[in-house]
């Protein structure tokens, strides 16, 4: 059989064993169905097309070859985004004895192109070459017509943000795509592996679009693309303490400081002096609005009056290298603990002591501290006292 290529692509199967390759059987002539079911602008296409062709019952036993399948004509068909091609060399048949019809099928297969929404008629010859012993004879089956309906494609594919797409690091946005029932989300347009839902929760900067599909009709659209920036945090940063302030040297746009979790106002410079004992820590912001906080470091001032029963709180020598002696007063007799804190605010010693009435010394050795600057502070159940400690 000769290979036709005109508007569709079709791959015939018929012959009296192997029918059941075909979905359908019909006993009338023609090409079934009539009536095609519907196609959508650019989806992709596939139909089963069955045909019966009779034969003459007085002859008992012959083979019989269809050497052409064609379409003659097409009505205003889709163009050639259809083609047709009959896969069987010849279409053989071998006849039997009692059988009225041969009966096959090939196959439609295309997409119509977007624009071509319309009613079609597909008219199909079947012409069939009987080789007899009485000599070749040919039988044409004509007028065969199908009904072909290309409807237009409806979706429309749309993303919609439920926050702002521009946010800083550790937040995120919600998109949701909305116009069908099936979802493919793409990321730089390249599929984000199991993300088939409507809702997409970003954390990463990038440019994000969504396939929608109607799952009936097979029409699909894809939206826009909606672009999400995320910005950097500012690094951590470090607060040093000094006798009458707290101090970050970290660059921001804005700062903002804390006595423990309360905000405290007015407090939006690099520096503040507290009035107050307790833990500080500073909020930096950057130009785009994102923020980090710093860890909280512990701010103690001796010229902030207390009831701790100590007075005279000196160290001498200060600055100091190795050794260095810590001389105070106590009203009272009474427990004391005794730390060294540093410029971070991390606590590096501490010793509980037992302080006499009047004076009190006690040697701190300093041989293994770093240099800089230190907190002495002297704890007792009813108060504080804080001095500075240079070591070099």
Partial sequence: MKKIILFFIAICVANAFAFSQCSKRYSGTGVYPQQLPDAY??????????????????????????????????????GSNFTFNCSVQNCSYIFQTG??????????????PKGTADTFKLKVDLEGYFQTPFGAQTYIVTDSSVNFIVKACNTAAKVTATGSTSFCVGDNVKLTASGGNKFQWLSKNTSIANDTLADLTVTDSGMYRAIVWDATTGCFDTSTTTQVIIY????????????????????????QWYKDTTLISGATS???????????????????????????????????ADMSGLQSLNIFPNPAN?????????TVKQAAQLSIIDINGKTVMTQNINANINKNYITLDLSNYAKGIYLVKLQTNNGQQIQRLTVE
């Fill in 232 to 255: 950097a945090l500012p690094a951590k940063p470090s607060v040093s303490v000094a006798q009458n302030t707290v101090t970050t040297a970290a660059t921001g746009v804005t700062y």
């Fill in 41 to 78: 602008e650019q989806v992709q296409y596939s139909q089963e097309v069955d045909f019966t062709f009779p034969v003459d019952t007085t002859v008992q036993s012959f083979s019989v070859h269809i050497d052409s399948l064609k379409i003659s004509q097409v009505v205003g068909f889709p």
């Fill in 99 to 112: 059988m009225t019809y041969y009966q096959g099928c090939f196959v439609i297969k295309g997409t119509a």
């Fill in 270 to 304: 690099q520096t503040y002096s507290p009035t107050t004992k307790g833990k500080y820590k500073v909020k930096v912001t950057n130009a785009n609005g994102c923020s980090t906080f710093s860890d909280p470091v512990d701010y103690y001032n001796s010229a902030i």
């Fill in 322 to 330: 190795s050794l260095a002696t810590l001389e105070f007063t106590s």
